[in-house]
């Protein structure tokens, strides 16, 4: 599976962003679909997910400003963040390929969002 991300870049404190990740290659394997995110000297933290049902998880830090999305038919996931933070300024990754030991079995190679106050 390929995932290819989009939509990162740089805005103002208080804008939005939309990004995009489209899955393509053994689609078999895309099960759960979700967004990741790595600041500068820190650790890769979950920021949301979704099943291929519609389920979601969106931690507690973003959970009122960012909203994850997918289309199944485009083998697309999105994440809709609003209200940015400089905080939220990271690279952020999609994968999928969940697997039950919890981790995800594909990455995309990123997309970076930087936020300005």
């Known amino acids: 599976v390929q995932l290819v991300e989009s939509g990162g870049g740089l805005v103002q404190a208080g804008g939005s962003l939309r990004l995009s990740c489209a899955a393509s290659?053994?689609?078999?394997?895309?099960?759960?679909m979700a967004w990741h995110r790595q600041a500068p000297g820190k650790s890769r933290e979950l920021v949301a997910a979704?099943?291929?049902?519609?389920?979601?998880h969106v931690v507690d830090a973003v959970k009122d400003r960012f909203t994850i999305s997918r289309d199944n038919a485009k083998n697309t996931v999105y994440l809709q963040m609003d209200s940015l933070k400089p905080e939220d300024t990271a690279v952020y990754y999609c994968?999928?390929?969940?697997?039950?030991?919890?981790?995800?079995?594909?990455w995309g190679k990123g997309t970076l969002v930087t936020v300005s106050s």
């Open positions: 290659g053994n689609t078999f394997r895309i099960n759960v």
């Open positions: 979704i099943s291929a049902g519609g389920s979601i």
């Open positions: 994968s999928t390929g969940w697997t039950p030991s919890g981790g995800y079995d594909y």
